[in-house]
Each structure stands twice: as C-alpha cells, then as structure tokens.
C-alpha cells in the first residue's frame, strides 16, 4: 500500500452520520487501513465524540504519525471497551492502482445502472475519494452512498 498524506475530509455523503459520529467516516477508515487496526462499530461508539474527531484530524503518514495513530487508537479503545484493537490483514489498496479502474467499482456502477467509470475519471479522483468508492464497492457498505460518492465526485449517476 502506497501511503498518502489526506486532508480531514468528511464526505457530503457522510452527513447523516458525522455530525454525531454515529458511523466511521472514511477519512478515519483510510487511517485505520493505514496503520493496520480495525476498528469495529462497537467499539468506535464507546469513543468520545472528542476521541472521534481527534482520530479524523491527527495525521497518519510518516512512520512517526502512523506509530503515534496507532498508540492513541490502542490506548482509547483499551480504555473505553477494556479490549485491544483488531489487527488488520494485508490490505489491498486498489485505490492506489492508477492502471485501471477496478473491477468492485465498475461492478458497483453498474448495479447502480450507471456509466462506467473512464481511466480519466479515475485518476482525477484524490486519494480519499478513490478509496471511498472502493470502500463503498465492498460488502458490508451501505450501497445508497455509492451513487450519492458518484455524484459528489462529479462522476456520471
């Protein structure tokens, strides 16, 4: 994986649910797919509202950040659920494949009858939105956000 600095970016899509944090936004999911922990929802809304912001914003890039991520997620959780954090499999970073778009995504378009994705369009995307869409591609998402992504992309729906 192919580590990329991001903004603290919350989604127009993510608005139901970052105002409370009810939900992991995916700017914290890029994070945690960063420093290799899973954090389920469970534990995620033990956390303070305070604790969720700080893990949006804190920065997660260079070996220190990722180490210091990583410590400030473990000790919160630790002390908030009385557990430790997940470890994370190898992640397959198919947001940071430029040669194509991947499969997932074009799938999930066109289960949401849209226009596949082009090359083009794929490479103008930051870092944060290519892998919302994969994010959203995969099991497990709530399927609504894909086309709402799409369209705050600017991406065809």
């Given at each position: 994986m192919k580590l990329h600095a991001v903004e603290t970016v919350f989604f127009a899509f993510e608005n139901d649910f970052v105002d409370t944090f009810r939900c992991i936004p995916m700017v914290v999911r890029y994070k945690l797919d960063t420093c290799g922990l899973k954090l389920k929802l469970p534990e995620w809304v033990k956390l303070s509202v305070a604790e969720k912001q700080e893990l949006a914003i804190r920065p997660c890039f260079s070996d220190a950040e990722i180490a210091h991520y990583r410590r400030y997620l473990l000790d919160r959780v630790a002390e908030r659920c009385v557990k430790t954090v997940s470890e994370l499999p190898?992640?397959?970073a198919a947001w940071d494949h430029l040669g194509a778009v991947p499969e997932e995504?074009?799938?999930?378009?066109?289960?949401?009858?849209?226009?596949?994705?082009?090359?083009?369009?794929?490479?103008?995307l930051d870092v944060l939105q290519r892998f919302a869409l994969?994010?959203?591609s995969r099991s497990g998402h709530e399927?609504?956000?894909?086309?709402?992504a799409l369209a705050e992309f600017g991406l065809r729906f």
């Open positions: 190898p992640v397959d995504v074009q799938q999930k378009a066109q289960e949401w009858q849209c226009a596949p994705l082009s090359l083009q369009q794929w490479t103008r994969v994010k959203l399927g609504r956000n894909f086309p709402r």
